[in-house]
């Protein structure tokens, strides 16, 4: 790209000029610091253009939106609000690092939103998130306290400065962390086992975050006959179900997730051991 060409992008794209059809443009509102790595990026949006441009949607805990940095490239995000539309960003590697580094006023493009979102089942819900995982799950618990469920939150990360800011007023909200910085020290799946041995009952447990904890949650439930439901993760290209690169078994993550009920997940072989990379070669998938 010539620098004639660079500097028209970098103009359009600071300056909010819609590119095509495919995407909406959103100036950011503000941006909320979650943590020493992690901001919550919250969209001014034109709703006449989103009108104008394709049919109304409400987007759901659970769906995402694919953003596009024009020059950079495009990287799927969940949802961490709808009113107005947010995304929360952890930055660690080039594309999220340059997200978070925008200001009030500064654009960006998406797609969206697109997937399976989370459908809210019963009175008392259960929510564990593990590291990024947080998000979503946030949304989630203002949707079911509006709908006067009972919500429990339960988030987990490695220490205390990696944690999100969770807390919902209304829900009752657990923390662990994996050196005791903060709460209990451990995983988020051991509070949720010394929640259930005291009788604590839920109809129906959500999870989002590492796949080796939404194992243990999925076994969990079966066990204690919970309904659950779980976002699973993978390298989206298209978001729209084109590609293939987000495949798990027979499963595409994007179209027909990203939320997937506890006997699906727990159904799958490739759940909690392998993904394809972005060049598409299956990898195994690596635990921490």
């Known amino acids: 790209m010539n620098n004639r060409m660079k500097n028209k992008q970098i103009a359009e794209w600071f300056g909010c000029v819609e590119m095509n059809g495919v995407y909406k443009v959103a100036k950011i509102a503000t941006a909320i610091v979650e943590n020493e790595s992690t901001k919550t990026l919250v969209f001014a949006e034109n709703r006449k253009q989103e009108t104008e441009n394709s049919e109304p949607k409400t987007p759901y805990p659970g769906q995402f939106i694919m953003v596009w940095l024009p020059g950079i490239g495009e990287k799927p995000f969940s949802l961490s609000g709808n009113a107005p539309l947010a995304i929360t960003v952890a930055g660690v590697g080039e594309f999220s690092k340059k997200l978070i580094s925008l200001k009030k006023g500064n654009c960006v493009y998406y797609r969206g939103p ?31 306290l509006a709908k006067k469920a009972n919500v429990t939150m ?41 929640l259930l041995r005291t009788g604590k009952k839920f109809d129906c447990a959500y999870a989002c975050g590492p796949e080796i904890m939404m194992k243990k949650i999925a076994e969990t439930c079966k066990k204690n006959k919970i309904q659950g439901q779980f976002l699973l993760e993978r390298i989206f290209k298209c978001g729209i179900g084109v590609c293939g690169q987000c495949a798990i078994d027979d499963k595409l993550v994007c179209a027909d997730g990203p939320k997937f009920e506890r ?26």
């Open 263 to 288: 006997d699906e997940v727990l159904a799958l072989k490739e759940f909690c051991k392998c993904q394809y990379d972005a060049t598409g070669k299956k990898v195994e998938l690596k635990h921490r």
């Open 114 to 144: 697109f997937g399976k979102g989370f459908v809210l089942k019963g009175r008392n819900i259960l929510l564990i998130g593990g590291g990024y995982g947080a998000a979503p799950l946030r949304f989630l618990a203002k949707m079911a």
């Open 154 to 194: 339960i988030v987990g990360a490695r220490n205390k400065s990696l944690l999100q800011k969770t807390k919902v007023k209304g829900a009752e909200l657990l923390v662990a962390t994996g050196d005791g910085s903060e709460g209990a020290k451990g995983f988020a799946t051991d509070v949720m086992a010394a």
